[in-house]
């Protein structure tokens, strides 16, 4: 037998479907919803976390994200907030993280969140400047000084680990448009960064756009160009890459999106909510009252939900694993499948030999200078 777990703590992850407004780019599952919408929906998760008996696991992480969390009215908030306290030993809680939009942080709300336990806080910023902000659609414009402001009112309420969301790639901006972008955010007083290139998806209203030839793609060698310089720069700040799109400074890497690249469990609840429990994959409907259906029936609705057999845990441990740069631990690989990496996947030698892989001190890593094509090393390993 295999230690499929790879780690016997798990994380929660919670969705919230609902925003103020709606940004063009986005692909999330969220929505515009009446108070009456959320406060069912709300309720409609808390049953959830019960369903899924949430409180016989053994949870250290919580991250609640959306949509926007920090768009449910005070109320909604302490009642979805009291039940995952009710439900979860917070004594065990290593980092407990929601995502906010700057405009919903005030000092009341920042204080609500250091009362139950929030530790982390991750702002959707994507970019500082007007004309970028204006291209991808996002809603509304918030400038670099009211940012600092938000930030300073987190830290007066003893929240300090704060990660901020910054976007690339978008056409008709440059390497330098990018990269005071980035020069910005080093001036703030956080701790880590996540860095996305951005991505047309067919559905959002970008997509569409583009579809009508009303929206472009950025040059690839210039997007790849601007990856370069990010990975370039981080670090003269004091944030060390620790995957391929996130920087944090030591000591605050997300311990809970560790769980996502390392394969490890994590429960998902809410519509559209992606989990992993053990051998089990799946994603909550994407569909409010296909989703309540569930819930009331206790035959939970689904847009995906399988049990992977070994060679599917083995990939996606793989392919998630080699995104982190320290790479694949090939001990911990041993210990969890109960066979060497390169057993389970000969080509890796060769990569080796063509300096597509580093093999040293019991780890399998993509060099730096290839991060930007790691997805075609990885085909190569699995193929
Ligand atoms: S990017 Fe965030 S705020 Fe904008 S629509 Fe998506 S979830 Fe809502």
């Not at 907030?81 to 405009?103: C, H, Q, Y």
């Not at 300090?160 to 990018?178: A, E, K, M, P």
């Not at 210990?335 to 093999?359: A, M, Q, V, W």
Request: contains cysteine.
């Amino acid at each position: 037998m295999y230690n499929i777990r790879g780690d016997k703590m798990t994380g929660l992850y919670i969705h919230i479907p609902f925003c103020k407004s709606i940004c063009a780019y986005c692909d999330f599952y969220k929505m515009v919803a009446s108070n009456a919408l959320q406060e069912k929906t709300i309720d409609y998760i808390i049953k959830e976390l019960d369903k899924r008996k949430v409180s016989s696991y053994e949870i250290d992480t919580i991250y609640i994200g959306g949509g926007s969390p920090g768009s449910l009215d005070e109320s909604l908030s302490i009642k979805l907030f009291s039940a995952v306290l009710a439900r979860v030993d917070m004594t065990k809680i290593k980092e407990f993280t929601i995502e906010l939009n700057p405009l919903d942080i005030t000092l009341d709300y920042a204080r609500l969140l250091k009362k139950y336990g929030v530790n982390r806080v991750s702002i959707g910023v994507e970019t500082f400047n007007e004309n970028t902000m204006k291209k991808i659609g996002r809603n509304p414009f918030v400038n670099f000084n009211e940012i600092k402001e938000k930030i300073t009112i987190l830290n007066e309420c003893g929240i300090n680990n704060i990660n901020i969301d910054l976007i690339y790639g978008v056409y008709g901006t440059d390497v330098s448009v990018f990269l005071e972008d980035v020069h910005l955010a080093c001036m703030l007083n956080i701790t880590h960064l996540s860095c996305y290139s951005l991505i047309l998806e067919e559905h959002t209203i970008l997509g569409y756009q583009y579809k009508n030839k009303k929206f472009m793609l950025l040059d690839e060698d210039l997007e790849a160009k601007m990856y370069e310089e990010l990975i370039h720069e981080l670090p003269k700040f004091g944030f060390s890459q620790y995957e391929l799109s996130n920087f944090a400074k030591d000591g605050y890497q997300s311990l809970h999106n560790l769980k996502y690249w390392k394969n490890h469990n994590y429960l998902a609840i809410g519509p559209s909510a992606a989990g992993f429990i053990d051998n089990m994959r799946y994603t909550n409907i994407k569909n409010l009252n296909e989703y309540f259906k569930g819930i009331d029936t206790g035959d939970f609705r689904y847009d995906e939900c399988y049990e992977c057999d070994i060679s599917e845990l083995k990939e996606i441990t793989l392919m998630m694993n080699l995104r982190l740069c320290e790479g694949i631990n090939t001990l911990a690989w041993l210990e969890r499948f109960h066979e060497d990496i390169f057993t389970s996947y000969p080509s890796i030698k060769g990569l080796i030999n063509d300096g597509l892989i580093i093999y040293e001190n019991d780890y399998i890593k993509i060099p730096k200078k290839y991060y930007y094509i790691s997805n075609y090393i990885i085909v190569k390993i699995i193929e």
